[in-house]
């Protein structure tokens, strides 16, 4: 599976980015998929994540209420947007997915990665 994410950019604080992440290969609705995001100086830490038929989505509560998580499987894409945006939202995000059903919020949760996206939130 190669994951491309796309979507990233400048924004103001409060502005609102829709993050893409277009995947290859098939059984695309197998496959958990997540968005995580590393900020300078810091750890990849989990934004959000949903299972492979959208039954299931989970947030890290820094973004609850803000960001929404969603998938279209017969593009073989998951989506992010992002609305409310603060400076601290300010990253490079990654797609990420692994053939398995239920939700991960783990890194090692994940067997390929995205290349990244910048999201850049000004104050």
């Known amino acids: 599976v190669q994951l491309q994410a796309s979507g990233g950019g400048l924004v103001q604080a409060g502005g609102s980015l829709r993050l893409s992440c277009a995947a290859s290969g098939r059984s695309f609705s197998s496959y958990r998929m997540g968005w995580f995001r590393q900020a300078p100086g810091k750890e990849r830490e989990f934004v959000s994540g949903?299972?492979?038929?959208?039954?299931?989505?989970y947030y890290a509560d820094s973004v609850k209420g803000r960001f929404t998580i969603s998938r279209d499987n017969a593009k073989n894409t998951v989506y992010l947007q992002m609305n409310s945006l603060k400076p601290e939202d300010t990253a490079v995000y990654y797609c990420a997915a692994a053939a398995r059903a239920y939700v991960s919020i783990r890194r090692d949760g994940y067997d390929y990665w995205g290349q990244g996206t910048l999201v850049t939130v000004s104050s």
């Open positions: 949903i299972s492979g038929n959208a039954g299931s989505t």
